[in-house]
């Protein structure tokens, strides 16, 4: 097992720019220089037009939920300090198709509803065990 699992492997060629941004604030996913669509997962072929070319690009941040699971168990030993905590899925406002999982923060689970507006938030993604953080998008409520 990887010595800072469960944390992402932030030199991964595929996304090591989409975490490099989020330690700089920003949220950036590709955008496919031939039809100019948002592309999530960031590997080509563009599932659009089948482009080869991906640009990293700055999206808003904003988004709405569209699906999201309250975890009650902890199926690995460095999630049981979060339980209960709450993945979601964050439908883009530039492109809704494009989904992202990430974590919902700052709301109770039971004011969760679809289609809520939501707004990406950084903050480090920590886990007992792990000496080192990864700062990550995370999504709350948007006031």
């Known amino acids: 097992m990887h010595p800072d699992f469960p944390l992402p492997d932030v030199t991964w060629e595929p996304t090591r720019e989409f975490w490099a941004s989020a330690a700089r604030g920003a949220l950036v996913i590709t955008r496919c220089d031939a039809c100019a669509r948002y592309v999530w997962y960031p590997e080509p072929p563009c599932r659009h037009c089948g482009g080869n070319q991906l640009t990293w ?10 699906s999201w699971s309250v975890v009650h168990f902890a199926w690995i030993p460095q999630f049981r300090e979060q339980l209960p905590f709450v993945t979601g899925l964050v ?12 974590y919902i923060v700052d709301c109770p689970p039971a004011q969760l509803r679809c289609d ?15 000496a080192r953080e990864v700062m990550a998008p995370l999504f709350a409520p948007e006031r």
């Open 57 to 66: 690009t700055r999206v808003s941040g904003r988004g709405s939920l569209f």
């Open 116 to 130: 809520m507006p939501l707004r990406a938030v950084f903050r480090p993604l920590r886990y007992p065990g792990v």
């Open 91 to 102: 439908a883009l406002a530039e492109d809704p198709a494009v989904r992202v999982v990430s």
